[in-house]
């Protein structure tokens, strides 16, 4: 399988977990759209059937979150792309890696990475701050995010 059409199926299954999550949270609109644009992919087919059945129940309790239910998923997936720079940097998959910018700069590694860390920190509170959350709750939404994307499609 060429590597584009694995990208085109990553993102078609990303779009899926943001609307079956959405549905979750009581906005049926995007699934709705999926189905109309796309189809239902075979390995869905009998979660859309619990959905239609009625057996699969919608999470009620968490329509009160502060974060619109057709936005959760692709915050997260947007916030994780911005955030894998400074990951990459503090895992060492970048050319220059905070060592090495240490070193250029005349500076003690530990601190080049205690700033690099503070930056993250600093951009987590940014972020649950824009969308009026703890970043407890981001950190978790980000969680739940992940463990979807594991796990398809057994959502």
Do not use: F
């Amino acid at each position: 399988m060429s590597e584009l059409r694995i990208k085109i199926e990553e993102n078609t299954s990303r779009s899926w977990v943001a609307a079956i999550d959405s549905w979750d949270y009581c906005d049926p609109k995007p699934l709705s759209l999926m189905i109309q644009k796309h189809g239902v992919p075979s390995e869905l087919n009998q979660l859309v059937a619990a959905i239609i059945s009625g057996d699969r129940k919608q999470k009620t309790k968490a329509n009160s979150s502060k974060i619109d239910a057709n936005q959760r998923m692709m915050i997260a997936e947007t916030y994780l792309s911005i955030r894998q720079v400074p990951e990459s940097v503090l895992a060492k998959r970048t050319a220059p890696n905070y060592e090495e910018v240490a070193d250029k700069n005349g500076e003690e590694i530990k601190d080049e990475l205690i700033d690099y860390r503070g930056s993250q920190r600093r951009y987590d509170e940014k972020v649950a701050k824009m969308l009026g959350v703890s970043p407890r709750t981001l950190k978790s939404l980000i969680s739940e995010y992940r463990e979807k994307i594991k796990n398809y499609p057994n959502l």
